[in-house]
């Protein structure tokens, strides 16, 4: 996949000073696996790189510091878009996300979960083939496998329509049935859905991980494949390309990458 990045910069030819854009408040849901704060600082690392103009901060909705509401504060009254470090629609995004901003001095703005979107289907094909996916299989094989698409869960049907559009795209970026299934509060399982395929005759499932970082529930869905399961999305060059172009959607900058991502918006 070949990846359009932009350093744009603040003074033009002409020589007028473009005002700071709005800062990029990137918000991760937290976690007590220490591996997941790891993960999330080396993909804000990849965005600083990528746009070294832009004013880059980190704000979690629990567990981890800083806490969104905090982040916010310390921003006073600047502009900021929040992208939320999540994959679908859900409470977090409709409900936490927009309550905390509200009651911050900060103009804020809020962008789209980063799925469902064609980058993230490459970065779950990608993370599959680092696991042992074939790229290229006969009609046998394709008619024995499968790929379990393992995700967090929500009470929103919302969150489980956002889901089941992404495994559609990955089903046909692979060509074989892919079934989303739940660590928590949906279902059905990452076993049931084990389970069901094999009945159909796919015994060859594959257990992708629709998770933004190594944990949990990632941890367990991943232990549950009969045959190979993929890592998180975590740092691959994709995701920080995603939060790039959530920021743009909604910061609509003039002259910058906004649109480097059109033909691929989700």
């Known amino acids: 996949m070949n990846r359009i990045s932009s350093h744009p910069g603040l003074v033009p030819l002409d020589g007028r000073r473009h005002p700071e854009p709005p800062a990029l408040v990137v918000v991760a849901h937290g976690s007590r696996d220490p591996r ?3 993960t999330v600082h080396r993909l804000l690392d990849q ?3 990528q746009r070294p103009d832009l004013p880059v901060r980190l704000g979690h909705i629990e567990l981890n510091e800083p806490l969104l509401p905090d982040t916010l504060a310390s921003l006073g009254t ?5 992208v939320p470090l999540l994959l679908s629609r859900g409470y977090h995004v409709k409900r936490d996300i927009p309550e905390m901003a509200a009651a911050s001095p900060a103009r804020t703005r809020v962008a789209a979960p980063l799925g469902p979107h064609p980058l993230l289907v490459e970065t779950l094909y990608a993370r599959l083939v680092e696991a042992g996916w074939r ?6 094989t394709r008619r024995t496998s499968a790929v379990v698409l393992a995700a967090a869960g929500s009470r929103d ?3 489980a329509l956002d889901t089941r559009r992404t495994a559609k795209l990955l089903a046909a970026r692979l060509g074989v049935p892919v079934v989303p299934a739940y660590a928590s509060a949906a279902t059905p399982t990452v076993d049931t859905a084990i389970r069901a395929l094999a009945a159909r005759g796919r015994d060859r499932v594959a257990v992708a991980s629709y998770f933004t970082a190594p944990g949990l529930f ?4 991943a232990q549950k494949a009969p045959w190979i399961a993929s890592a998180p999305l975590g740092t691959h060059p994709a995701m920080a390309d995603l939060i790039l ?10 002259g910058a990458a906004g649109h480097q991502l059109a033909a691929l918006a989700g």
């Open 245 to 254: 172009h959530r920021y743009d959607q909604v910061a609509d900058r003039s």
């Open 218 to 221: 990632a941890t367990q869905c």
């Open 36 to 38: 997941t704060l790891n």
């Open 157 to 159: 049907p919302e969150s």
């Open 47 to 49: 965005v600083r790189e």
């Open 78 to 82: 600047a502009e900021a878009v929040l």
């Open 135 to 140: 790229t290229e299989t006969d009609e046998e």
